[in-house]
Nanobody, 122 residues
Framework: QVDLEESGGGLVQPGGSLRLSCAAS????????MGWYRQPPGKQRELVAQ???????NYADSVKGRFIISKGTAKNTVNLQMNSLKPEDTAAYYC????????????????WGQGTQVTVSA
């Protein structure tokens, strides 16, 4: 019953910027973390950035200083501002949410979006 709606992917030139957005809906009491993973063709899925409900952030070394993750204005939303994009950033990007148990607030279930394609090419 949890749906993650992703938007903002597309084609951009090297050095350009994109902004990814993710909105969660359904049976969500609260979340412990939301974030973005990416998977280039033929490669393993890897963490790009995540943010906890309390606002703590974590980034992959390859995107530090270029990407910024933030909570959106609406509840259960997250944004990823991607600057100074490089061809190696090309991948399918997936929104991720880890729900919080309504009684204990500990992590419980993990949900994934369908993926949005980001292509960086001249």
């Amino acid at each position: 019953q949890v749906d993650l709606e992703e938007s903002g992917g597309g084609l951009v030139q090297p050095g350009g910027s994109l902004r990814l957005s993710c909105a969660a809906s359904g049976s969500i009491f609260a979340y412990t973390s939301m974030g973005w993973y990416r998977q280039p063709p033929g490669k393993q899925r890897e963490l790009v950035a995540q943010i906890t409900n309390g606002g703590n952030t974590n980034y992959a070394d390859s995107v530090k200083g270029r990407f910024i993750i933030s909570k959106g204005t609406a509840k259960n939303t997250v944004n990823l501002q991607m600057n100074s994009l490089k061809p190696e950033d090309t991948a399918a990007y997936y929104c991720n949410l880890v729900s919080a148990d309504p009684m204990t607030l500990f992590p419980r279930d993990t949900y994934w979006g369908q993926g949005t394609q980001v292509t960086v090419s001249a």
